[in-house]
């Protein structure tokens, strides 16, 4: 893991404490769920779901695939989705690249390109905008996590899903031109890593 990942990561196992209870009993819900797959010996597959699939859902994504390999959780396999697709957008890449991801394209001249996130050596996962159920995706036996609430309120069923949670978060979206910026989206993704965190240190 890349050493600046790798501290803030460490950082964030020791600030569950910030974490509401309330909050802590949904992330739970994901806990149970990954850790039943595991013993069963089957893929973990998460599928992280906002409008845009622009911003939160790809925090989520990448959260969830450090923590994973944080922990030492094998066979999990993190996506992302939205209502509708756009691209993953400019400020979320400047963000994880500021907090020592590696974000790269082979093509920034296309509206929405591939991103490929490293978070070490041979650590990574990649991001496009795309609807949840595109066929990169899996299309059944995963959890479906609702990181918006416009998401979560207008779609009730994610077909496929075999648990569906909403862990909403405030949109980024809402600094976008202003000073606060850049620091509005590490605080999001840093919140999105910390729950994501707590979730995989519940697995044994």
């Known amino acids: 893991m890349f050493s600046k990942v790798q501290i803030i990561f460490q950082e964030l196992a020791f600030k569950f404490e910030a974490i509401p209870e309330s909050r802590k009993e949904i992330l739970k819900k994901i806990s149970t769920y990954i850790q ?47 209502t509708e697709a756009t691209a993953f957008h400019s400020n979320a890449i400047q963000a994880l690249n500021h907090l020592g991801f590696e974000v790269t394209t082979a093509d920034q001249n296309i509206k929405n390109p591939l991103w490929l996130v ?15 159920n595109h066929p990169s995706n899996p299309p059944k036996d995963f959890a479906a996590i609702m990181t918006c609430s416009d998401a979560d ?52």
């Open 36 to 82: 039943g797959k595991k013993e069963q010996g089957l893929p973990i597959n998460l599928v992280f779901i906002c409008t845009h699939n622009s911003r939160r859902s790809h925090f989520g994504q990448v959260a969830a695939a450090v923590a994973a390999y944080y922990y030492g959780i094998e066979n999990v396999r993190v996506f992302s989705g939205g």
């Open 118 to 132: 490293r978070f070490g050596e041979n650590a990574t996962t990649t991001c496009f905008s795309k609807v949840y």
């Open 153 to 204: 309120q207008n779609c009730p069923v994610i077909f496929g899903a075999e648990l569906r949670v909403g862990t909403t978060y405030q949109d980024p979206k809402s600094s976008d031109g202003t000073p606060l910026e850049s620091q509005t989206y590490s605080a999001r993704f840093l919140q999105i890593a910390t729950e994501m965190m707590y979730v995989f240190s519940l697995i044994k």
